[in-house]
């Protein structure tokens, strides 16, 4: 199962050109050592503030863009990662051993990723069924010989 | 309602800890039997006291503490074994006392536990399926009944598969170490076998089989990725997880909707797994910047040192993963690197012949040089007594010969392909591409 970790932001990562703390750089490394070594992190970003990205919102066939910086600081999201591991208690396990990303309180939210096997068949019913009235066929023409 | 549970928490820290637990034990103990059954009397301790307690704030530490304690117990309770008990109580003693770095060189003493367990359950003297199932089992954290489940055998004989396994660890008296000089090769040989002999078994599993055996693939991966950061510098371990890698990717695109296999050439590329394609490419771009550092060409004249295990060979797990990359790089059938293929299938004849790579080599040939020059190897493989029963080989010649207009002939060999499959959806589509050979006026 994979499982999306998203970083929210907060008022210092939305804050432009802010270098993180040392020490904090250092823990966050550790910490993603360790998820390599234990061969569960599949991919990580982190992402500029707000200020530098935009929003298209979506009205019927309309369009509107909103340049950043957006005021929902604690909603944002400043990272993510994906994580494959068997179950949401796992992912779990594996935030919580990750250091506070900012000093003071933050917030990480947890989502399962859908996964091939999640989605209907692309088939229809009939397509399906078509299929295998078309094997059936094949087999008794071969059986025949 | 809830999405989690607290039985399903301590499975989740079972997972994370339990390998790096039961290696550590080992080392104290220096019988791996034994400290996986003191890890598993830990783990039903944990089940009884942590829905109360809540997790511990370092589960392994917990976990371990748990076991050396019963380790105690259990020696304070066998008369016979009470000079083991002493010895074992001093050194348990003495460890509790000093830091957990005992050697100051290494500088990731769990890590080397881990590799050391690696070894021992992929040991040679054990059977490839006694190492899949103790691997699993010590490495993956798989329970007894999950590895059954998994490889569609009855629980009891996965039991004493690895009730065997271990007691033949003890009686050849295996050390727990990490091999070294020339026997690494072979022995890191033996551990990739047993990974990827688990990532096929996951990968065979067909449509209506337990849901357990398509994780198979992830387990495995997860075990590649693990060993891939505790030998960094081994190219085949990079060019397996590449390998691996690339071919999960394809996933979703390999079964039709009546659970048949789509093959290849004819998977619809919108469902290959981009993230796990650029994965597995930067694998292969880890494994062959060894192999370039370590490469004589790099090194000074004056250099007298001995040149490096790996200098410029990529092994065969590079190699297949080589090959399957040039397939994840084309957007299009069309726009695959054919001639590259080829090369490829050369190079890895020869490291390991084989009458698939030959044909793999042929069918390849056919695509960048057309099927004349491609029968001409086929015909070849043909005079080998030995192939007589393999039914790809007139398979790939009819398809071959079809292609070049020689339809009676074509048809012959379509015919004996599907007398010599086991497979009779295989055989239907065989006789099928018979019946189209058309056949000659008058």
Redesign the interface.
Known sequence: MRFMVIVKATEDSEQEGALPDPQLMADMNKYTDEL?????L??YEGLHPSSKGARVHFSGKNRTVTDGPFAETKELVAGFS?L???????A???VKRSPNCHAGESEVEIRQVFE?EDFA???SEE??QQ??EI?AQ??D??AK? | MSATDPHRTIEAVWRIESARVIAGLTRLTRDVGLAEDLAQEALVAALEQWPQSGVPDNPAAWLTATAKRRAIDLFRRNAVARRKHEELARELDALEQTSPDLDPTLDDPIGDDLLRLVFISCHPILSTESRAALTLRLLGGLTTAEIARAFLTPEPTIAQRIVRAKRTLAEKHIPFEVPRGPELAARLSSVLEVVYLIFNEGYSATAGDDLIRPTLCEDALRLGRILAELTPQEPEVHGLVALMEIQASRTRARIGPTGEPILLLDQNRAHWDLLLIRRGLAAIDRATNILNTNSTTNRSPTDISPAPRNTLTRGPYLLQAEIAACHARAHTPEATDWPRIVSLYTELARLTPSPVIELNRAVAVSMANGPRAALDLVEVLATDPSLDRYHLLPSVRADLLYKLGRHHEARTQFELAASLTQNTRERVLLLTRAASCQTPPG
């Not at chain 1, 390599?36 to 569960?40: E, N, Q, R, S, T």
């Not at chain 1, 494959?84 to 796992?90: C, H, I, P, R």
């Open positions: 390599i070594k234990a061969g569960v599949l991919a994906i494959q591991v068997k179950s949401l208690e796992e779990i396990e594996w091939p068949p692309a088939f397509d399906i299929e295998k094997r094949l087999a023409q071969a010989k």
